[in-house]
């Protein structure tokens, strides 16, 4: 055999072996850099997350008041001698008669985590102080929903109406 020939064989071999020993390595080392990329990337997303957790938590501290005055909006109790003590208040303060005060037994929304207590409200008043006294409630911190409201004419006493308010206090589960 000539020499050259014989050279370039093993020569063409050792580029062969050395071709299909180095392509596994490659591959692994590009699936490696994809690796270290993505890890990379979930680095920089938890960092973020750590930065907006600080920043909610610097948001919390400047807003506590705030945060404050709506637990006193939805407290987590009923505190039905509040909720009738302050319909009282409104209603004198407005001039309304109050007559009756009824409630009921509360509904538990456990979906969207409140309580609904149900009250209605018979009384004597002018429209005017109907006005006053509804605008007095919406002002009001705790919140109320009307979802009724009857007037009729009174003919005890003119110039009046016996007013009937029924109307939902909420205040949050636990």
Do not use: C, H
């Not at 063409?12 to 692994?28: D, K, M, R, S, T």
């Not at 590009?30 to 979930?42: E, G, N, P």
């Not at 920089?44 to 501290?61: M, T």
């Not at 404050?68 to 039905?80: N, S």
């Amino acid at each position: 055999m000539n020499r050259d020939l014989l050279a370039s064989i093993v020569f063409a071999a050792g580029g062969f072996v050395f071709f299909i020993l180095n392509v596994p390595a490659y591959e692994a080392i590009a699936d490696a850099k994809a690796v270290l990329q993505s890890r990379q990337d979930l680095l920089v997303e938890r960092f973020q997350l750590v930065e907006n957790v600080k920043e909610l938590s610097r948001q919390y501290e400047t807003r506590k008041n705030d945060i404050g005055k709506l637990v006193i909006l939805l407290p987590q109790k009923t505190q039905l001698d509040q909720v009738i003590s302050a319909i009282y208040a409104a209603a004198n303060q407005n001039g309304i008669q109050l007559r009756e005060i009824t409630t009921s037994a509360e509904n538990a929304n456990l979906a969207a985590n409140y309580r609904q207590l149900f009250i209605k409200v018979s009384s004597l008043g002018d429209y005017l102080s109907m006005l006053d006294w509804l605008r007095d409630l919406e002002q009001s911190l705790r919140i109320y929903d009307v979802s009724e409201i009857t007037v009729s004419r009174d003919n005890v006493v003119p110039g009046k109406f016996n007013l009937e308010f029924k109307f939902n206090a909420y205040n949050a589960l636990k």
